[in-house]
C-alpha cells in the first residue's frame, strides 16, 4: 500500500463530497465531473479540464492555447497524455462513484502511447476503464488490491484519432 500524501486531507473531503454524489442509489455524475475536475492542482495548472462523466468512461478536454504546443505548432505529447490520464481517472470515479470513500489509492502503474497524427486545436481525451473490473469491485464490496485496465482515444475537433493510450492502473479498496 503506497504511503499517504499530504494531499490525503483534501482528497479525503473530495470523497466525501462524492459520497453525496452518489446518494438514493443514483450517481450524480456532473458532482462526479466537478470534483474530478478540481482535485489534482496539476491538471488544473496545465489546463486539462474533465468536461464529461458517466459510469467508467469520462472526457477530458486540452484547449486550443499556444502553450500547449511544441515547436513544431502542434498540442505537446505531454499535454496529450495528461488528457488521456485525466479521461481514465474521471472514469474510473464515475465506474467506483458508490465507494469512491473506500479507495485507499489508486496510481498509474504503466502506459502505452501510440502517437498517429498531429494534433491541432482542441484536443479530447475519451477514456474507458474495464467494466468487468468495476463490477467486480463493486460486487467485492471488501478490501483488496484490484488491476485496472483503462484506454483513451485521443481526437481533434474534425473527429480525427490523433493518439490513443493504454493504461494499467492498482487500486487499493479499504
Known amino acids: 500500500m503506497p504511503p499517504k500524501s499530504k494531499f490525503s486531507a483534501e482528497i479525503s473531503q473530495a ?8 446518494a438514493n442509489g443514483r450517481t450524480d455524475y456532473e458532482q462526479v465531473r466537478q470534483m474530478v475536475d478540481s482535485v489534482v492542482p496539476f491538471n488544473n495548472h496545465v489546463g486539462v479540464r474533465v ?17 500547449m504546443r511544441n515547436h ?14 485525466v479521461a ?14 473506500q479507495v485507499q489509492s489508486f496510481v498509474l502503474r504503466d502506459s502505452r502511447v501510440s502517437f498517429l497524427r498531429p494534433a491541432t486545436g482542441r484536443i479530447r481525451a475519451t477514456g474507458t476503464i474495464d467494466e468487468n473490473v468495476v463490477s467486480a469491485i463493486l460486487a467485492d464490496e471488501g478490501e483488496g488490491r ?13 473527429g480525427t484519432l490523433v493518439g490513443k493510450v493504454d493504461f494499467d492502473y492498482v487500486c487499493w479498496m479499504k
Open 88 to 101: 481514465c481517472a474521471g472514469a474510473f470515479s464515475g465506474g467506483l462513484a458508490t465507494r469512491i470513500a
Open 51 to 67: 468536461t464529461e462523466v458517466g459510469f467508467a468512461t469520462a472526457v477530458a478536454e486540452v484547449a486550443d492555447r499556444k502553450e
Open 146 to 158: 484490484y488491476e485496472i485496465a483503462g484506454k483513451a482515444l485521443l481526437k481533434d475537433d474534425s
Open 72 to 85: 513544431l505548432g502542434t498540442v505537446h505529447a505531454g499535454a496529450l497524455f495528461l488528457a488521456a490520464e
Open 15 to 22: 470523497q466525501q463530497r462524492l459520497a453525496t454524489a452518489t
